[in-house]
């Protein structure tokens, strides 16, 4: 969990959040079938912590494979979304706020779509 963090803290725009209580035991218990590609798959089962480095992998690869399903209209709606909840919450220009800061809040959005829809 602490690795996810330190990269989503540098790179958030390519690395959402792993947490153990949410994310492994509420959300991925949905989502049995999604593996990861082989030649994926096979370089990570020699790592030293390979179930926790494949656990993360197939995290990621299921926010991949989400927003390749997003069209880009859906992935603008969800945005805006975004947008108007951070007013309703009192922040000045919320869009501004986060287009400074993120590149890209699609992992943040798969998050906060995924924990909303299962936890």
Known sequence: MLGSKLLNF????????????????????HYKGVSLP??????LEHLENSRAAVEYAQYVYLMLMD?????????Q???RACYRHCERRGYYK???????????????LFETCLLGKHC
Do not use: H
């Open 38 to 43: 082989e030649d994926v798959q096979k370089r």
């Open 10 to 29: 540098f790179f958030p725009e390519f690395f959402p959040v792993w947490d153990t209580g949410w994310i492994k035991k509420r959300a991925m218990k």
């Open 67 to 75: 927003l390749w399903r997003t069209s880009p209209s859906q992935l």
């Open 77 to 79: 709606r969800l945005r």
């Open 94 to 108: 919320p869009q501004v706020i986060i287009n400074d800061n993120y590149r890209d809040i699609t992992p943040l």
